[in-house]
């Protein structure tokens, strides 16, 4: 009983440093912040951060980390699915994580989020590419494909977090099904010539 009430305390505190620090980044930048700074707003003492994480990047880093991981469990689960489907799914994910995403896709942080991010995209797309639409071979000029298409994807998606979530979702996933659809009919035309 000792051990679960322990690691209970143990989420708990690292959800509050999570949470404190994504309030910060809402004005300041990474770099601005301190330790006891972020300490003294969630009410936690400095040695309990210590305890936890190696400094203030360890913990971003930590957090950027367990978001690209759910993000590709998403597309792992969910590829083969319809566009619509698809990227309701994603934008749901944002949607039950605003303040985090605000966080990650923002200009406050390292600017290492969107690199790995598209990194991520770009490789799944090419894997659901070529298994959905029977590709046989990667060519440069997929490759050119897949970067257009996954850096329009993250463009709108940033714009979207940036403007407070202001435009509707469905609008937004109906943008990209469309954009997806008329991809897929531009490559598959490119592979027959």
Request: proline share 2%; charged share 30%.
């Amino acid at each position: 009983m000792g051990m679960e009430n322990d690691d209970r305390r143990v989420r708990k505190t690292k959800r509050a440093l999570r949470n404190g620090l994504t309030e910060l980044m809402v004005d300041k930048n990474l770099r601005n912040i301190t330790v006891r700074e972020l300490t003294d707003k969630v009410d936690i003492h400095r040695a309990t951060f210590y305890a936890h994480y190696m400094d203030i990047y360890d913990l971003y880093e930590q957090m950027e980390n367990a978001v690209v991981e759910e993000l590709n469990d998403i597309i792992m689960q969910n590829y083969s699915k319809p566009p619509i489907k698809f990227y309701t799914i994603l934008f749901e994910y944002i949607i039950e994580n605003k303040q985090l995403c605000r966080m990650l896709f923002g200009t406050k942080g390292e600017g290492r989020f969107l690199i790995r991010l598209n990194s991520l995209f770009e490789e799944k797309c090419i894997v659901t590419w070529c298994k959905e639409w029977g590709i046989s071979e990667v060519s440069e000029e997929l490759k050119y494909n897949v970067r257009y298409h996954v850096q329009g994807c993250l463009a709108i998606i940033s714009r979207w977090v940036e403007s407070d979530f202001t435009h509707p979702m469905d609008v937004l996933v109906k943008i990209l099904a469309d954009i997806d659809r008329s991809m897929e009919s531009y490559v598959m035309k490119k592979q027959k010539a």
